[in-house]
Every structure is written in structure tokens, then in C-alpha cells.
């Protein structure tokens, strides 16, 4: 009777040891997938921005480039203040676009927030699994105890 006792306490260990290392292996899986998804949301941001603000200062280089053109004749000062104007509207758009940046990055710090919490649940449920393992393994204990 005790050797049948003995030989579930040992079919269940294994169970347990090999439900563990799944979890892990899935965990591992898990932590790989959100560290890519996150990658590839900060490359694809980072990609955005950069495109935009290069775009920017290039225009923004252009309109530098025509203001001292105009300077340089008094004839033309109409034109420079247009161009100062124009200058003006597209900083406005570079602060627009600063903002759209900044909101980006909100959204990517809220997901990179919600998925630490993910991997902190998914510690606590390994803490979970292995504390009933620590059980499992106390009662094994005893019962070998009780054998002997």
C-alpha cells in the first residue's frame, strides 16, 4: 500500500516538475513576445518621428536659406516678412508635431506600463505554482517521514 502511495506521490511530482517547466517555457515565450512588441512599437515611433522632424528642418533650413537671400535687398523686404511668417507657422507645426510625439510616447510608456504589470502578474501566478509545489513537496516530506 505505501509503495502505491509512494509511486503517486512520485507520478505527481513529475506532473508538477513537468507542469513548472511548461510554465516557464511559456513565460519565457510570453516575456520574448513583449519585449519584441515593444521593440517594434518604439522602432516604428522612433521611425515616425525622425521622418517628421527631418522633413521639418529641411523646410525649415529652405526658409532659413530664402530669408538671407532677401535680406540682402531692401527691395524685397515684403518678401521677407513673409518668410518670417512662414518660418513661424512652420515652427508652429514642428511644436504640433513635438506634441503628437509626446502623446506617442505617452501611449508607449501606458503600454509598456500594462505589460510590466502583465509580467508581474505572471511572476506572482510562478510564486503561486511554486508555493504548491513547496506543499506538494512538505506533504512528500511528511509522508516519507511517516514511512520511515
Not at 53 to 82: G, Q
Request: net charge negative; charged share 30%.
Amino acid at each position: 500500500y505505501l509503495e502505491e502511495i509512494d509511486d503517486e506521490n512520485q507520478q505527481f511530482i513529475m506532473y508538477l516538475i513537468e507542469t513548472n517547466a511548461q510554465l516557464e517555457n511559456e513565460i519565457q515565450s510570453l516575456n520574448l513576445q513583449i519585449e519584441h512588441q515593444m521593440q517594434e512599437a518604439i522602432e516604428a515611433a522612433s521611425a515616425v518621428a525622425n521622418a517628421a522632424n527631418m522633413k521639418l528642418l529641411e523646410e525649415l533650413a529652405a526658409k532659413e536659406d530664402e530669408i538671407k537671400h532677401y535680406e540682402k535687398t531692401l527691395v524685397k523686404l515684403y518678401e521677407k516678412e513673409r518668410l518670417e511668417i512662414e518660418l513661424k507657422e512652420q515652427l508652429t507645426k514642428v511644436q504640433e508635431t513635438n506634441g503628437k510625439i509626446t502623446f506617442e510616447n505617452t501611449h508607449l510608456s501606458r503600454d509598456l506600463f500594462t505589460s510590466i504589470l502583465q509580467i508581474h502578474d505572471m511572476a506572482n501566478q510562478i510564486q503561486q505554482k511554486k508555493q504548491e509545489y513547496d506543499d506538494v513537496m512538505k506533504q512528500l516530506y511528511y509522508l516519507e517521514e511517516i514511512d520511515d
